[in-house]
């Protein structure tokens, strides 16, 4: 006995089929570990198969899904520290404005060839995925909120209830420490030009 | 008729320009500072040939068991 009809189970089915591996791969990057991604999906997709008599958009069926990941991901978190997070020396010290591009891009580079793109394609994959998940959580979440899943500032501002302005400043943060990561990445693996010993700065 | 933007002005607002979150008037203005300035265009490219690598991440294959439970959620509720 079921009381959602079957043209709804055809779309919920159709469309965790299109997403299923985006919505693990993000449940990995913010819970860091496998099995917490598979319960983080799975409770997700249970709660959104319920609810999905309520989605009035069905265009809007994706930025839905994953605001119910988002929030079921917040809410098992401080369900397992009472405590907030005390604040992570990364927050608190270190340039806000690290650019990837500023290292690369440099004059004595360039007449090797392009040397960005050189970096981007030898960036392994294993690589961006740790830069991502070393960040703190709370750039994490922004971070994963906008650059992988495109939602808007304001979408974002909306899901974690915070200010925009907060949104912006941690994004720009967020950024910022990525990409000192895959810089220092890649000056482990020796491939960033002009970058041997892995200097950060 | 919008003032003509310094490139300092293009790499501040760069990220900004890519998330698609300037007002028009500014979104434009720096779509035409890039069609003339080589420095700045490179330097949106690489951000955003970047931005796509890192959202790869965000990707990874389901595994079976999960598959698995998820065929038996929509079985079951
Ligand atoms: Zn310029």
Redesign the pocket.
């Known amino acids: 006995m079921t009381s959602i009809g079957t043209p709804l189970r055809a779309f919920f089915e159709s469309e965790v089929e299109r997403l299923l591996d985006r919505l693990y791969g993000t449940a990995l990057r913010l819970t860091r570990n496998r099995a917490d991604a598979e319960d983080l999906v799975a409770d997700t997709l249970a709660k959104a198969w319920v609810k999905l008599p309520e989605l009035r958009d069905r265009q809007a069926f994706e930025k839905w899904v994953f605001r119910i990941l988002v929030n079921g991901f917040i809410s098992e978190r401080r369900k397992r520290q009472a405590r907030p997070r005390e604040v992570t020396a990364a927050t608190t010290c270190g340039e806000d404005t690290f650019s990837l591009f500023e290292k690369v891009h440099q004059p004595f580079l360039l007449w090797w060839g392009n040397p960005e793109q050189e970096l981007l394609d030898k960036l392994l994959r294993e690589d961006i995925e740790s830069a991502v998940e070393e960040l703190p959580e709370e750039f994490r979440l922004v971070v994963v909120m906008i650059e992988l899943w495109g939602l808007s500032y304001a979408e974002t501002a909306n899901t974690l209830d915070i200010p925009i302005g907060t949104v912006r400043s941690r994004l720009s943060r967020g950024r910022s420490l990525l990409q000192g990561a895959l810089w220092r990445q890649a000056g482990e693996a020796g491939i960033a030009p002009g970058n041997a010993k892995g200097d950060a700065r | 008729m919008t003032q003509d933007?310094?490139?300092e002005e293009?790499?501040e607002k760069l990220l900004e320009y890519l998330d698609r979150e300037l007002d028009t008037e500014t979104e434009h203005a720096l779509a035409r500072?890039?069609e003339t300035?080589r420095?700045?265009?490179t330097r949106a490219e690489f951000e955003r040939k970047l931005r796509a690598r890192v959202s790869e991440a965000g990707k990874a294959k389901a595994p079976e068991s999960l598959r698995r439970r998820v065929r038996t959620i929509i079985e079951h509720y």
């Open positions: 933007l310094r490139c293009v790499i500072h890039m300035c420095a700045c265009f």
